[in-house]
């Protein structure tokens, strides 16, 4: 139980999807200049990145790995994903209307997305148990949400001040985001 | 290599099997005609129908919520190819525009600490950024970032200008604006705005009973636009030609430059550019929404009844007006006196808004020759009542009905009418308000040689405006002031030798802050004339009431001074499709004020119309001051005097009815203008190079 304790605030804090391995850039510069659409797509990557990384596993475990094509990882989960994205997506709009309404429009753009690829990928490298596999698929979705969260508040802040012609919007959103995978830097032998 | 591919293979066919699965399995019914709409729509996902976009939109088209017209990106041609995939006819929604409100951009340096931010959101944030303006523009272009058609420009004045051609209504400006400067409006909405408590309103526009944007025609004036200062006119008053030529203007008493100088002509600046279209030799367009099918009797063809026809025929409805008077214009055309409003002017103002497709029945009396039942009968879904108020008040004296003795209106109305009435040589018109200055003013016409005012308080309380006063003293008619009637003394054959009054003092203060007259005991006076005028006010006529044999008549209420009871905001009435205003509302007032009124009963009416509750505006201001825009002192004011105002002598204007006030030159009405300080809630532009900060501190 405190392995998984350690896993969960190395993968949110030391291992920050965003900030320390730089996967899932679009979506964090895309979605983050408004809170509520951070928060909406914090939730809706959570939720599939959960459901991945469980499926990817299984994947791996049970028929890669006793068939002995692992190299084919990268492609097989690229068709997973994509797939239970869109399995995902009609079922929640025949099962629950309501978390379509409030999820719906994140679902796509989550279907090829690198952070849920990558975590599934870190997954398999680290030889996680299944258990541990949906742990740290979990804790990594919270580190992306926490990350982009935080970096729509930046945003927001950063229309107050004065910005250089050339560095506004996206360029300083890429310092910014610098300067914050700086600061997660310090979580560095924490754990 | 072979296990690789089959691996492949079958983990595809496994997604593709449970897909494929699913999408039976969790198939949600969706007419197919929501995918067909969602094509034609414009997909921009702008959101500017106000659904969560394209799809969602096109969803509520096929339930019926939206209509063909929903998508404000693809204009008409997206509207038909909508309605060709449901078959239905294209609803004419009519399209919002973005328009903006604050004047005071090229203030708003004075008006804010930027402080370096860049954004108006951001500095809405920054509390400390405001220095004097808490509702106007902060000028950094917000509205122009949020649209995306190129429509919105920060304009060589400070303030957003919308470029009506490209702007779709998407209301992404709106929505970025934190100042509610810049709104996404139809037109119809435009039409019933309301002064609100928030808006950016100069101190005249707050007190214009008809809510016109002074400043904002003064300013086109300013820049040589005539017609668009005529439209901003026509936004709110309908009879820019009657009022630019009898309004007493209430506006001017508040004007901030007349706090330190003359105040602007602000009323002679509206005759100028109306009369500027009537001269012009052809009417500038007026834009109606599209019609909406619902039918509304209008009840008097006055001020208050062309106002409110012509407000609920621009947005849309059909309305039918219906004279009890020969022709249309009530106490225009009957009250007011041909040298003050020439009929030929009355009649091309009235005729303009007759050509918007407003029918109308002359000589047709309400509760004589139609009534409510025969109206609901026609099919009229609401019925506005403006009869105004024409029942003459009696002196209540001895001697009143002798030959010789008239009363104020129904004199006035018959010599409009063109009725030949047996004059005398010497009159006395008793009253002080405008209907007895138009008496005497009109007697005078008529070749009398003396005509006496008498009035039983002095100068200082008469009611009349100021300016026709004047122009009765210069036109020589003798004043009685302190003087009440008491008896009119006939001759044998019953025509009228003298009137009798009584001589009064000052006393205290009544109610009204007026002194109260009391008489002095024997001090009767005899004034020799042959003819004695009446007007001391006027009430409505509400014999309709007892005539209309429709038994819901008797649920009409009426107040104790004979007017139609309402409710002050909304203008309904005690039977809720009634809607009422100006004279028949009010007791006898302004020509603005029943335009005013007008414009708030079409308000209520729409709202009736549509089956929404009828309640008044929020935050609507109703004439209420807002209190920080009302200055005690104005800094920055150079002393220019005003425009004075044309007029012909004295001796052209006792032979003849011809129009004594004359319209500004140009030249006259540009430097007029030029002396309006562009005000707005707070800010104004100084003469001075005067900065607004300074008096913020």
Known sequence: MGDLFVLVISCIFINNILLAQYLGNCPFLGTSKKMETAIGMAMAVIFVLVLAGGLTWILNEYMLKPMDVVYLQTLSFILVIAALVQFVEMFLKKSIPALYGSLGIYLPLITTNCAVLGVCLINIKEEYTFIESLVTSFAYAAGFGLALVLFAGVRERILLARVPKPLQDVSIGLITAGIIAMTFMSFKGMV | ?697
């Open chain 2, 1 to 697: 290599m072979i296990p690789a591919l089959l691996l492949m293979l079958g983990v595809g066919g496994v997604c593709g099997i449970v897909l494929s699965l699913a999408s039976k399995i969790f198939y949600v019914y969706e007419d197919p005609r929501i995918a067909m709409v969602e094509g034609v729509l414009a997909g921009a996902n702008c959101g500017g129908c106000g659904y969560a976009g394209c799809s969602a939109a096109a969803s509520a088209v096929v339930s019926g919520q939206a209509p063909a017209s929903v998508c404000v990106v693809s204009g008409k041609t997206g509207a038909e190819a909508v309605a060709k995939v449901m078959g239905v006819e294209v609803g004419n929604a009519e399209a919002p525009l973005s328009y903006n409100m604050c004047e005071g951009g090229s203030r708003a340096a004075d008006k804010y600490h930027y402080m370096g931010v860049s954004s108006c959101k951001a500095m809405a944030v920054v509390f400390g950024g405001k220095r004097l303006c808490g509702v106007g523009c902060i000028g950094l272009g917000d509205c122009v970032k949020a649209c995306v058609f190129g429509a919105v420009k920060i304009g060589p004045k400070g303030y957003p200008v919308v470029d009506d051609e490209k702007c779709v209504g998407c209301g992404a400006c709106q929505k970025a604006c934190p100042k509610n400067i810049i709104e996404v409006k139809t037109l119809s909405e435009r039409l019933m705005k309301f002064n609100q408590k928030n808006d950016p309103l100069a101190p005249c526009a707050q007190t214009c009973p008809a809510e016109i944007n002074i400043p904002l025609y003064i300013n086109q004036l300013k820049e040589g636009k005539y017609k668009e200062a005529v439209r901003t006119i026509r936004l709110r008053n309908p009879l820019p030609l009657a009022c630019g030529r009898v309004c007493p203007h209430p506006c001017e008493d508040e004007c901030r430059r007349g706090i330190e100088d003359e105040p602007v002509s602000i009323n002679q600046l509206k005759r100028f550019v109306s009369d500027y279209e009537m001269n012009s030799g052809s009417r500038i367009p007026i834009t109606c929404a599209p019609d909406t099918g619902k039918k509304i009797a209008v009840i008097g063809g006055g001020p208050s009844g062309l106002s409110c026809a012509f407000f609920l025929r621009r947005i849309g409805h059909q309305v039918d007006i219906f004279e009890a008077m020969p022709k249309l214009g009530g106490m225009l055309r009957y009250g007011i006196p041909e040298y003050r409003l020439p009929k030929k002017v009355l009649d091309w103002e009235i005729q303009g808004i007759l050509d918007l497709g407003i029918k109308s029945f002359c000589y047709v009396k309400f509760g004589v020759d139609f009534g409510l039942g025969s109206l609901m009968a026609a099919g009229y879904n609401a019925v506005f009542l403006g009869v105004g108020a024409w029942e003459d008040f009696s002196l209540g004296i001895e001697g009143e009905n002798l030959e010789g003795c008239f009363t104020g209106i129904n004199f006035l109305q018959r010599i409009s009418g063109g009725e030949k009435i047996k004059l005398g040589r010497t009159a006395a018109v008793v009253g002080g308000g405008n209907t007895a200055v138009d008496c005497a003013r009109t007697l005078l016409r008529l070749g009398l040689d003396k005509v006496y005012m008498v009035y039983r308080r002095t100068r200082k309380e008469m009611p009349a405006n100021e300016v026709e006063i004047i122009a009765s003293e210069h036109e020589g008619i003798e004043f009685v002031f302190l003087a009440a009637p008491t008896r009119v003394i006939g001759d044998d054959q019953n025509k009228v030798t003298h009137l009798e009054y009584l001589k009064m003092q000052l006393g205290e203060p009544d109610k009204s802050g007026r002194r109260r007259p009391e008489p002095v005991e024997g001090t009767e006076t005899l004034l020799a004339v042959d003819m004695v005028i009446s007007a001391i006010g006027q009430s409505p006529d509400a014999s309709f009431k007892k005539q209309d044999p429709q038994p819901r008549m008797k649920e009409l209420e009426l107040t104790k001074w004979n007017t139609i009871d309402n409710n002050p905001a909304t203008l309904q009435s005690s039977i809720p499709y009634i809607f009422t205003a100006g004279d028949a509302a009010t007791g006898p007032s302004l020509v603005v004020e029943a335009i005013g009124g007008g414009r708030r009963a079409a308000r209520s009416i729409d709202l009736f119309m549509k089956g929404k509750a009828v309640e008044p505006m929020k935050d609507s201001l109703q004439k209420k001051r807002i209190h920080e825009s009302i200055f005690t002192h104005v800094d920055g004011v150079k002393k220019t005097p005003r425009a004075k105002m044309p007029e012909i002598s004295v001796n052209e204007r006792l032979d003849s009815f011809v129009e004594v006030d004359l319209v500004l030159p140009e030249v006259d009405a540009q430097k007029e203008a030029e002396r309006c300080l562009n005000c707005c809630r707070i800010c104004y532009n100084p003469d001075t190079d005067f900065p607004m900060a300074k008096k913020a501190g």
